[in-house]
Structures are given as structure tokens and as C-alpha cells.
């Protein structure tokens, strides 16, 4: 009976073993299932007509899915979630040209957000012809038209590699980069079968292909920095120069904040006595806004008047000696 009970123990166990292991080799399989399905999308495969996609649809490697106006859906894959938008175009590359542990999907138009479950390594991929990013579990958007293309972390953090120059760096939450696509000339926007540029990376007749960081993640390409500016920015603040820079500049900031409060707190009281002197004669209450700009403007004036006079003294003093 003992005998017995072991070898049941020990069958479990491995049974246990291989389904373990078979979900790590395979941390998703490459069908993905229409969910929440609004608006018109269809599904094609190369050579063949699209067909409309019903919710419930299971796509399958090598298939694209094209999204109309004012359409959004679901794919669903396991612990894997993309939310597309209209008018997006994404493809499932055909299995023999993906790995057992990397899950990738190729995105040629519009917007997708996605949720990819964690793991240690990095299982998932999106490629676009600009930019690939490379997750092990996170969530984040990915935005392709004309003019930009742009990654968006919301959490986690997504390693993205430029298809034209030579970079890749993380990505955290809350940040953003962008490429200037429309900056790009017509001969290097030319896409392989696969979605990506045909041919190396010279990029010697295209314009300016580099990645473009947001620190809050905002859509205002003025608001950006390049990212060797930003890698520069965090290599002078983790230097001993850097810190003892930033502890001054907090301190000035702490000193001109409060110097502002009291000029502010002046103007104002120097503004009610004025309102306060006149409501005899005329009610000025209503004009506050107005006369505290007068006050502003009349003691600019008057700091100008002293520097411009102390500077002039200055001068003459100078001379004479």
C-alpha cells in the first residue's frame, strides 16, 4: 500500500512538472480571442479577401486585423489584453517566424493599448516600422499615424529600440517617447512583408529619425527633450557637481518662493491702502484686480528708478576717483 501511495505521489508530481513546464516554454499560445467587440473590423489573411470579425473570433498566427472608424475591441490571450482602437491595422506573424517564448504582435497603424502579464524575462513584443518595444510585464499604449510614433508606459517599464537609428533605452511609468515620422523621407518609409524597413539603416537622406522623451508623458512634441539630453540631465544629477547644484537650486527656490510670498503679501496690503485712503470719495472695492496692477507696475517702476539712480552714482563715484 505504501509502494502504491508513492508512486501515486510521485506521477503527480511530475505531471505537476511538465504542466509547469510547458507554461514556461509557452507563456502564450499565439490565438487570440475577440472580446467587446463596437463598430466594423475585419480579418485577412495575405492573398485572400477580408472577412468581417465577429466577437468571440479566435485570430491565428498570420492573420491581420483591421479596425474602422469609430471601432474599438478586445484581444484577449490568456493573461495578455490589447485594447484596439479605430482604424489600426495589427498582424500575427506566422508562427515560423516567432520564438516559443516571445509573444509578437505588428502594428502598421493606429493606436493599441496593451496589458501584459509579468514575468522574468521579456515574453512580449510590438513591432512597428519605427519602433519595437520589448516588455516581461507591464502595461502600455503604442500610437502609429503619419506624423508620430509614440510609446506610453502606464505601468512598468517597456525597453524601446528605434528601427532606423541606433538606441534603445527604458521606458518607466508615466513617461513617453516619440519619433517625428513625417520627418522621415518617402524613401525610407518603404515596409517589408513583415511590417519593417527593407534595407540597413542609413539614414543619410531622411531627416532627424531620433526618439524624443517626455517626462510626464504628455502629447506636445514642444514639451520634449532628446533622450541624450535626458541621459546627460540624470548622469549630472547623480554626480557629486550635480547633487550639490541641485541642493542650491532648492534652496534658492525655498528663498525666492518666500521672497514672492512677501512681495505678493506687500502689494496686497499696499493696495488696500490705497482702496482704504480713497472710499471716502469713490468706492473702489469692485477694482481691486486693477489697482493691484497699477501697484505692481508703480513699484517696478520704482526699483528701476533706484537701480538705474545707484548705478548712475555708481558711475560718477567710479570716475571721479
Same mark, same amino acid.
Given at each position: ?25 509557452? /507563456?502564450?499560445?499565439?490565438? *487570440?480571442?475577440?472580446? +467587446? ?25 498570420? #492573420? ?7 471601432? $474599438? ?5 490568456? +493573461? ?19 520564438? /516559443? ?5 505588428? #502594428? ?13 524575462? /521579456? ?5 512597428? /516600422? ?17 506624423? *508620430? ?13 528605434? #528601427? ?29 512583408? +513583415? ?35 535626458? #541621459?546627460?540631465?540624470?548622469? *549630472? ?5 550635480? $547633487? ?78
Amino acid at each position: 500500500m505504501k509502494t502504491l501511495f508513492a508512486i501515486c505521489v510521485a506521477l503527480f508530481l511530475s505531471l505537476g512538472a511538465v504542466v509547469q513546464a510547458q507554461e514556461t516554454s509557452n /507563456p502564450a499560445s499565439d490565438a *487570440w480571442e475577440v472580446q +467587446k467587440l463596437s463598430g466594423v473590423a475585419h480579418v485577412s489573411v495575405a492573398g485572400t479577401e477580408p472577412v468581417a470579425v465577429q466577437s468571440g473570433q479566435v485570430l491565428l498566427a498570420g #492573420q491581420t486585423l483591421t479596425t474602422g472608424p469609430r471601432t $474599438r475591441l478586445m484581444l484577449s490571450n490568456g +493573461k495578455q489584453h490589447i485594447q484596439v482602437s479605430s482604424n489600426t491595422t495589427l498582424s500575427l506573424p506566422p508562427e515560423a517566424e516567432t520564438k /516559443p517564448d516571445m509573444t509578437v504582435v505588428r #502594428q502598421t497603424r493606429g493606436t493599441i493599448t496593451l496589458s501584459i502579464d509579468k514575468q522574468q524575462s /521579456p515574453h512580449f513584443k510590438v513591432e512597428t /516600422p519605427y519602433l519595437v518595444a520589448v516588455v516581461k510585464g507591464t502595461e502600455f499604449t503604442v500610437s502609429l499615424d503619419d506624423e *508620430w510614433a509614440k510609446v506610453r508606459v502606464h505601468e512598468g517599464v517597456v525597453e524601446v529600440k528605434n #528601427q532606423v537609428e541606433d538606441e534603445a533605452f527604458d521606458v518607466k511609468a508615466g513617461e513617453a517617447v516619440t519619433m517625428n515620422v513625417a520627418s522621415l523621407s518617402s524613401g525610407m518609409a518603404v515596409l517589408s512583408d +513583415k511590417g519593417l524597413f527593407k534595407g540597413g539603416n542609413d539614414t543619410s537622406q531622411a531627416g532627424s529619425a531620433r526618439l524624443t522623451f517626455s517626462a510626464r508623458g504628455e502629447d506636445s512634441p514642444e514639451e520634449m527633450e532628446t533622450v541624450r539630453q535626458r #541621459q546627460d540631465r540624470e548622469r *549630472w544629477r547623480a554626480s557629486p557637481i550635480g $547633487r550639490v547644484g541641485l541642493t542650491i537650486s532648492d534652496g534658492l527656490a525655498i528663498v525666492v518662493g518666500y521672497l514672492g510670498e512677501i512681495i505678493n503679501t506687500s502689494i496686497g496690503w499696499v493696495t488696500g491702502l490705497v482702496i482704504a485712503a480713497m472710499s471716502p470719495f469713490i468706492d473702489l472695492n469692485a477694482q481691486f484686480a486693477g489697482i493691484n496692477y497699477w501697484v505692481r507696475v508703480a513699484l517696478v517702476g520704482v526699483v528701476a528708478g533706484l537701480i538705474l539712480g545707484l548705478g548712475s552714482l555708481y558711475l560718477v563715484f567710479f570716475r571721479r576717483r
